[in-house]
Structures are given as C-alpha cells and as structure tokens.
C-alpha cells in the first residue's frame, strides 16, 4: 500500500504544477495545442477519428475554459464519445463484411482460374501427345519402307 501512496504523491505533485502553469499560457498557445490532434487525426482519412479527437479536444479546452463545469463537459464529452465509438464499430463491422463478400468473389475467380488453367494444361498434353504419336508413327512407317540389308556375314556365303 505505501507504494501506491508514493505513486499517488508524485502524480498529485506534477499536476499541481501542471495547473499552476497553465494560466499562465498564452490562449492561442493553448487553443493551438489542443486543436494539434484534430489536426493530425484528418491525416488518417477516417471522418471518425477526427470527430473522437475533435470530441476529447473540446472537452479539454471546455475544461481550461470553464473549470468550474468539468462535470457536465465530461459527462458530455462521455456521452458524445460513446455515439462516436458505437458508429465507428457499426461502420468497422459493414467494412469487414464488405472485405468478407470481396474475398469470397476473389477466392471463386480464383477457383475459375485454376480450372481454366487445368483445362488448358489438358489440352497442351494432349496435343504434344498427338504430335508424338505422328512422329513415332512416321519413323515406324519410314523404317518398315526401308529394304533390309543382305547380311554379309561369312555364314551367310556358305
């Protein structure tokens, strides 16, 4: 337990300092600083995440603004929150759906392709078969038309 109230005292200590300096931060400073994240959640490209981040920023800068109010903004911000999160899983399950259909097509075409495929190599086999069986035929039928050799063998004179 005596950890805890260690951790508990360093927290409490630099968040004193934290509100201490805050006030004496410039407003533009401080609206810059909390409009950062909307800023940098438009880079991802997902209208959800910069609206959780526009979201947690004005919670934040409602709190600098009016301290006294910190329960009902969070209790807004809360609220607000929990919309964005249940749209953004309804949006993320659609999506995975969309992916599933789209793998199912992929992994049929594929299945068309390999039948094609096998079909075609089919089709190569038999005609390198057909080829060959010409070509042996055309060797058995030149070698039967060539008259066959007198054996000149001394047996053969006597």
């Not at 600083?33 to 004005?58: D, K």
């Not at 995975?96 to 096998?118: P, V």
Request: with cysteine.
């Amino acid at each position: 337990m005596g950890d805890w109230q260690s951790i508990v005292s360093v927290l409490r200590s630099g968040l004193d300092q934290w509100a201490a300096l805050l006030p004496r931060v410039p407003e533009s400073i401080a609206l810059a600083a909390v409009l950062l994240p909307v800023v940098l959640a438009t880079f991802s490209g997902r209208i959800l995440v910069v609206l959780g981040c526009t979201i947690i920023a004005l919670i934040a800068l409602c709190t600098f603004v009016a301290p006294a109010n910190m329960a009902v903004v969070l209790a807004t911000g809360a609220y607000l929150g929990s919309l964005v999160l249940a749209v953004s899983g309804i949006v993320r399950r659609r999506e995975a759906a969309t992916f599933q259909t789209d793998l199912a097509k992929l992994r049929a075409d594929f299945a068309k392709l390999r039948q094609e495929a096998d079909h075609l190599l089919a089709a190569d086999d038999q005609r390198f078969l057909s080829k060959l069986r010409a070509s042996t035929e055309e060797r058995s039928a030149g070698i039967s038309t060539i008259p066959a050799a007198r054996d000149s063998s001394p047996q053969a004179t006597r």
